[in-house]
């Protein structure tokens, strides 16, 4: 599923029209024809396809988070994949008015990147990397991970955002993040360690255990490079939800 797949950004146009030009054949913004639906729709449509088009091609994710429906934004990946941020936190607590964040991992065009706090782990090193990102994806970021970032360094974590959580619900995959891995066959180094384990492997470090960082980097970096896997799975099953079988 790509953008240029989508008319459910065209006021007026819902799921249902959506279905009925795939079913005959629109299937992509080059497919419209006019004829296909009502006059006034018709043009709403043709104005979008024309607009969009630019914005795509300027690579304006912005405007398509806008235009989307919330539960549709897993459609920006395909477009964005290649250029999207996945990125993971680890934290001593739940409340960031009283814990720390300890890590951040980012994963960008196959390179992954881990900040530790005390070292390089900083609001100007988060807002480098965090910089023209067309598409941020991660699992339970928009409640936890970017807000909790936002707070404890004062930054604005405002690029669209694709959080896997939601659209594993919408797929019937519940649970964390390491139980959904489980169920659709994605593996890790080290199954075993948990959030909690995190936690307890920075106490660790602090009382001088350096190979408790390394294994909490290590942990760190499992979760974001994860997340890639599950992107593309979560986002083929969706696609064959929505759209391959209405075509089958």
């Known amino acids: 599923m790509r953008i240029e797949n989508s008319f459910i950004p065209v006021r007026g146009v819902g799921e249902k029209t959506e279905r009925r030009l795939w079913e005959s054949g629109v299937t992509h913004w080059d497919e419209f024809e006019p004829s296909a639906v009502g006059e006034t729709t018709a043009d709403r449509i043709e104005t979008f396809i024309d607009e969009a088009t630019d914005r795509l091609d300027a690579g304006d994710s912005r405007y398509f988070d806008a235009a989307l429906p919330s539960s549709a934004r897993w459609r920006l990946y395909e477009n964005f994949r290649d250029d999207a941020c996945f990125f993971d936190i680890e934290t001593t607590g739940l409340d960031a008015s009283y814990a720390d964040v300890t890590t951040v991992s ?34 339970n970021g928009i409640r936890f991970d970017a807000p909790f970032l936002e ?6 974590v405002d690029a669209p955002h694709l959080d896997l959580m939601y659209p594993c619900k919408t797929l019937g995959l519940s649970g964390g993040l390491k139980q959904i891995e489980r169920d659709v066959g994605i593996d890790r180094d080290r199954p075993d360690l948990s959030g909690r384990d995190a936690v307890r492997l920075w106490r660790q470090y602090e009382r001088g255990d350096d190979d408790a960082l390394d294994t909490l980097v290590s942990y760190n970096r499992d979760d974001t490079e994860n997340l890639r896997a599950l992107a593309d799975d979560v986002s083929t099953r969706l696609h064959e939800n929505v759209f391959a079988d209405v075509l089958s």
């Open 151 to 156: 707070e404890s360094f004062g930054i604005d």
């Open 106 to 139: 980012l994963c960008r065009g196959g390179e992954t990147t881990t900040l530790v706090r005390g070292q390089d782990l900083s609001a100007e090193t988060l807002r480098e990397h965090l910089a023209e990102v067309p598409l941020l994806v991660s699992f």
